[in-house]
């Protein structure tokens, strides 16, 4: 389940996925049947879609009205303690996404101004490592094994999602106590177009595409940008183009894709050597902060 938002004129749109079982469809006045939805996602307005208190064990419905022939079809959700937050304190959105697995609603919650004090950090995602900060921290080193579980289940089955499941929690929390921890007021991430971790995935393993098909990096992201909503910090993201090969030493800057090896960086022209990740997080932040965007905070 992941809360999404962007800050929009002092106002807080925040996107919230909420579980749902299956998509389950009904006919009025005819046999039960169910939709298929074999799309990424579909976007529909408030004119076609209503919410309803739920029956039975969900907690609600999201009702869909066709256009025309009076049929209804009826989506069972669950609430989570982010949806009950935000229903609380925001006025829900004109409109849902429904994708797969989850429908998204959206809130949009008056908030503060951004922080103008607090931490500056890049952040590099990662598989052995969940995030590794430019301030030399290793957060969520548990996702590894959390993956291996995963890969160890037969997709689609109970076990499976279940693991799944279990990934995500871990992805919420490590990223709400990190910035439960941490007084910051920027955090800069890779871009998710054209991400390293989904690049020449010929020259990749076998082994290692499964454990990357498995590795939900979207999710950490969009996670990371709602705890800064929510929390007044300021959110940038930059191209990730060679972030993990370059010395982020301005008086050297050697770019070399040999200067990384696994875990490890060591920069071929000044010997310089570092744990690879925590390289990679400080040129994801001087990129920010050396580009256009960058002047307007403090280092």
């Known amino acids: 389940?992941?809360?999404?938002?962007r800050n929009i004129e002092n106002r807080r749109k925040s996107s919230i996925e909420l579980e749902a079982e299956e998509l389950l469809g009904e006919e009025?006045?005819?046999?039960?049947?169910?939709?298929?939805?074999?799309?990424?996602?579909?976007?529909?307005?408030?004119?076609?879609?209503?919410?309803?208190?739920?029956?039975?064990s969900f907690d609600l419905w999201l009702v869909v009205h066709s256009v025309g022939n009076g049929i209804k079809l009826y989506i069972p959700l669950k609430k989570h303690r982010q949806f009950n937050k935000w229903a609380e304190i925001g006025k829900m959105g004109s409109s849902v996404v429904i994708n797969r697995q989850h429908v998204q609603i959206s809130f949009e919650i008056e908030t503060g101004e951004k922080k103008q004090e607090g931490k500056l950090v890049g952040i590099d995602a990662g598989i052995n490592h969940l995030m590794t900060t430019s301030k030399r921290e290793f957060l969520g080193n548990e996702v590894s094994p959390l993956i291996s579980k995963i890969k160890r289940k037969h997709q689609g089955s109970k076990a499976y999602k279940r693991a799944k499941k279990e990934l995500s929690y871990?992805?919420?929390?490590?990223?709400?106590?990190?910035?439960?921890?941490n007084n910051l007021q920027l955090v800069v991430t890779e871009k998710l177009k054209n991400l390293k971790h989904n690049t020449r995935q010929k020259n990749k393993t076998k082994e290692l595409r499964k454990t990357l098909s498995n590795w939900?990096?979207?999710?950490?992201?969009?996670?990371?940008?709602?705890?800064?909503?929510?929390?007044?910090?300021?959110?940038r993201s930059v191209s990730p183009f060679k972030t993990s090969q370059k010395y982020p030493n301005p008086d050297c800057a050697h770019t070399q894709r040999e200067n990384r090896n696994n875990e490890e960086f060591k920069c071929l022209k000044c010997g310089y050597s570092e744990q690879a990740d925590y390289v990679g997080s400080l040129n994801i932040l001087y990129r920010f902060l050396t580009g256009p965007y960058g002047a307007g905070f403090k280092t």
Request: proline share 3%; charged share 25%; glycine share 4%.
């Open 1 to 5: 389940m992941v809360l999404g938002a």
């Open 28 to 56: 009025i006045f005819t046999e039960p049947v169910k939709p298929v939805h074999n799309g990424k996602k579909m976007t529909l307005s408030s004119q076609v879609v209503r919410i309803e208190k739920g029956r039975n």
């Open 170 to 181: 871990y992805i919420h929390k490590t990223v709400k106590d990190y910035f439960a921890d």
């Open 216 to 235: 939900n990096y979207r999710e950490l992201l969009n996670i990371i940008q709602m705890r800064c909503e929510e929390n007044r910090v300021s959110f």
